[in-house]
């Protein structure tokens, strides 16, 4: 059976993973890289160490299957999907450390955009808000406060590029240098109907557009590599995916309605929305979930800036707990929250608040508080962040989701699983593996290379998982979500001193 080689580079590791052409992961290995905090609410990474990453983690799992070496058909590829960077056209090594979606030091210039009125303009476009979170500020920040990388940009030395089109670049030694529609569809510079850069939106932002990558269709074919020689022969790169798209993807969600939630280092929800560009009133993005045949297709999207995010600080920055492995069991050891909220807007609340300048509290803490209390409602905060985006979602769908797709680490923790369906009132369909987003553009380049020639015929491979149905009381559902809404309230209003 053929195999496909899988490269999944988040916000936090990068993977290499081995997959069966009907689907099964075979193996898989993974590389940290290290996140780097300038300054308060900026965030940043190597793009070198992620490319050396990449290298390491496939000379790894290819070293435990040698003998399956020859089968491998192609390279699927899914990433983290705003984080920037700019990197020589000549070498491909980075100019300047990658800016990751989380990074929030483009804030005034968003709010200098939004105070001349570009918004309009710029949801028209993209299907998106001015916010930090997508990549066209942080662009503009570099162009203006790096003069030798605008005068780079400018003559064509230096070249932009999601961390897609930046991996592509460097896997075909700089033969290819070309991003897919969903990423190209994150950075404010894309038209999402006319599905190309746009230049109106290049020129606002400052961003010279001879700079940006080719775009093709996630199934397309982006060149051959050898992966620097650790393949014994090129094989095609096909199947390109921003991670929260391969996620819908691979779920199966290729018809109008269907929904899913990729819990993650944020959250992302997606809902198919069919193929024509609708506009939210409720503050959903509306985002691009594929491009085949020309044909796009459609998703509203809610963003959850900190989901897993806020475990990991509660181990690493609070020192709460030494590992996340028992957080579960802390919780469950309490019959309920005691009050206590916390609401993780450490860069900034999402979807449908939208408060950039928003920054994390933890209230309701009495005497009685103890370090449970906070991470059990670390875990609710996932919960009622996914209440809040579903509900939007459903009014602006007219559509009821009565059931969602779900999948990251987080699906592992069975107290915050069956708490997320009680409170969405939604049945929660976990995927059957872990690595879903990987699994998606697996999925697409097995369509792009001809192993499977329809979605119909791709919706056969098993994805049946565990199911989460809403079992709490109405009454006990509403009275929480009054807790979490006089929190967040708190969070963006805070009382005068």
Known sequence: MPLILAVDQSTSATKALLFAADGRLLDKESHDHAQHYPQPGWVEHDAEEIWQNVLATVRALLARHA?????????????????????????????????????????????????????????????????????????????????????????????????DAYLIYRLTGGAVFATDHTNASRTLLFDVRRLRWDEELCALWQVPLRALPEVRESFATFGTTTLDGLLPRAVPICGVMGDSQAALFAHGCFARGTAKVTMGTGSSVLLNIGSEFRRSSQGVVTALAWVRNGAPVYAFEGIIIAAASTLTWLRDQ????????????????????????????FSGLGLPYWKADARATIVGLTTHSDRRHVLRAAQESIAFQLRDALKALR?????????????????????????????????????????????????????????????????????????????????RVAELARGWQHAVQQTIFPREP
């Open 395 to 475: 009014a602006d769908a007219a559509l009821e989701v009565r059931a969602i797709h779900a999948d990251g680490g987080p699906t592992a923790n069975k107290f915050l699983m069956q708490f997320t369906a009680d409170v969405t009132g939604a049945e929660l369909r976990l995927a059957p593996f872990a690595e879903c987003s990987a699994f998606g553009a697996v999925s697409a380049g097995l369509l792009g290379l001809g192993v499977f020639s329809s979605l119909d015929e791709l919706a056969t491979l098993p994805r049946a998982g565990l199911v989460y149905r809403p079992k709490m009381d109405a009454d």
């Open 67 to 163: 003998s399956e070496v020859n089968d491998i058909l192609g390279l699927s590829l899914t990433n983290q999907r705003e984080t920037i960077v700019i990197f020589d056209r000549a070498t491909g090594r980075p100019l300047h450390r990658a800016i990751v979606w989380q990074c929030r030091r483009s804030e005034k210039l968003c709010a200098e955009a939004m105070a001349f009125g570009h918004d309009e303009l710029v949801q028209s476009r993209t299907g998106l808000r001015i916010d930090p979170y997508f990549s066209a500020s942080k662009l503009q920040w570099l162009v203006r406060e790096k003069p030798e990388l605008r005068a780079k940009l400018e003559s064509g030395e230096a070249l932009i590029g999601t961390i």
């Open 318 to 345: 609070l020192k709460l707990v030494d590992t996340l492995d028992g957080i579960e069991a802390m919780a469950t050891e309490l019959p309920d929250n005691g009050g206590v909220y916390l609401v993780p807007a």
